[in-house]
């Protein structure tokens, strides 16, 4: 059987005709980026370089770059190009407000450089062999270090595409003298050899990989700017104070305390102080404690002592709020329906009192009492109908009495039921029922 193709398909195939395009179409019409921002280094650099290629290539592309420090493999992350507003571009006054939000000037981004072309395969086989030789680098720095008998700390070694540049990256609590270990080091890699001193959030950065919440470490996964986190957060937040769980995997305070610190000082300031008087529906009261993120305060009445939570929106000037009589009961049942408006509490009482009104409340004590006594006198009834009072005896009659004659009677009448019992058959049943016919017979 042949296939006709339908006129509706041979009009899609035409782009005049469809109002979609496809992704090959839309490829097509984009124009190459002059610009590209892209990642690279160890630390995370963010760069934004020129490129003056014919390849379009895409967000997460790895690319062969020329920075400041030689040739090495950089990770595409946008452009900064005219038709920015698509999904894979943004615009320049874009990119600089985002470096503005995440530490200005001491955002780690740099424009000193230039992308080369789409890295090739052999290029990232010559990278991932350079990575292998870590091992051996680190090894032989660390034999260095001991000879050299200095108070430093290795962390790790970053080789780059071109070869140009050896950076190794070290800890050290004190100033020191390495300029006869970058001899060393040179005369033994032939190459150019740089010593950056780090930290410990940066120490974390380079060899951590994930934290307790089960996520990469903030540090090595988008924070730039490490600023420091004091324990001033932490009791704000009303965190544990055990290092031991607010701590990260470099040994300080977690920054992700940092992320929600700018919320929770909003909402404190709109707590009211300890010890302060306050007005509540209630009356006024001074308050005892508040809670930041359900922003409720407990306050003790002044009238009867009595502690209630109420929401901050509910708390009033203690001079013009309800001022309870001196009469009144101190365990008096409070109103359940304190603090809502009047409409919304003539709503409800009119919900409550429909065809309840002569009804009371009892207490769950009472209820229980209630349906005890119930019980009680259903079984008493039931009792009482149980236990009838037995048909009164016949009286035996008396030999050489009236009715002496019908003794012969009742043993026949016994018999015969002894008879009905023995063939009445297998059940109780048949016994039973022997037994009915032999007292009628009689």
């Known amino acids: 059987m042949s296939i006709f193709p339908l006129p509706v398909f041979e009009a899609d195939a035409d782009p005049h005709h469809r109002d979609a395009r496809t992704d090959e179409e839309i490829y097509k019409q984009l124009k190459p980026p002059s610009t590209i921002v ?5 630390l995370r650099w963010v760069g934004e370089f020129p490129y003056d290629g014919d390849v379009k290539p895409g967000c997460g592309s790895k690319l062969t770059a020329r920075t400041r420090r030689g040739t090495e493999i ?60 870590k091992k051996g680098y680190i090894k032989k720095c660390k034999e260095l270090i001991r000879e050299l008998n200095l108070a430093m700390k290795l962390v790790e070694v970053e080789p780059i595409l071109g ?13 020191i003298d390495f300029r006869r270990l970058v001899r060393d080091l040179a005369a033994e890699f032939k190459t150019r050899i740089e010593m950056r001193q780090v930290g410990a959030r940066d120490e974390a950065r380079l060899v951590a990989d994930y934290e307790r919440c089960g996520q990469h470490c903030c540090c090595r996964q988008f924070l730039k ?24 995997r470099c040994g300080r305070l977690m920054c992700c305390l940092r992320y929600e610190d700018q919320t929770y000082e909003q909402l404190r300031k709109r707590l009211p102080r ?12 001074i308050v005892l404690d508040t809670k930041i993120l359900v922003q409720l305060a407990l306050v003790q009445l002044e009238h009867n002592g009595e502690q209630i939570a109420v929401p901050i929106e509910e708390l009033t000037d203690p001079e013009q709020c309800r001022v ?7 365990d008096a049942e409070p109103d359940p329906l304190r603090g809502l408006s009047a409409g ?44 009838d009072s037995p048909p009164p005896e016949e009286p035996r009659p008396q030999p050489g009495a009236e009715g002496s004659e019908d003794k012969p009677k009742q043993k026949k009448r016994r018999r015969r039921r002894r008879r009905g019992r023995e063939h009445g058959g297998d059940g109780g049943s048949g016994g039973s029922s022997g037994g009915s016919g032999g007292g009628s017979a009689g």
């Open 274 to 285: 300890r010890k302060t008087r306050v007005g509540t529906s209630e009356g006024p009261g």
């Open 344 to 387: 919304e509490a003539a709503r409800r009482s009119d919900d409550r009192g429909g065809g309840r009104s002569g009804r009371t409340k009892r207490s769950r004590a009472d209820q229980q009492d209630a349906y005890r006594a119930q019980s009680i006198e259903k079984e008493a009834a039931g009792d009482r109908g149980r236990t």
């Open 324 to 330: 309870p009589p001196k009469d009144e009961p101190a």
């Open 74 to 133: 950089v990770e595409m992350l946008t452009t900064t190009c005219e038709n920015a507003g698509c999904a894979k571009s943004v615009t320049r006054q874009e990119l600089l407000e985002y470096i503005d939000n995440s530490g200005g000037r001491d955002f780690p981004f740099q424009t000193d450089g230039k992308i080369l072309h789409v890295a090739t395969i052999e290029e990232l086989n010559k990278q991932a062999a350079l990575e292998s030789n």
């Open 38 to 42: 892209a990642r690279f280094g160890m």
């Open 163 to 175: 070869e140009e540049l050896l950076t190794f990256y070290f800890m050290s609590q004190e100033r």
């Open 225 to 248: 700017v490490l600023k420091p986190v004091s324990m001033k957060s932490a009791k704000l937040q009303k965190a544990t104070l055990d290092p031991l769980k607010i701590s990260g």
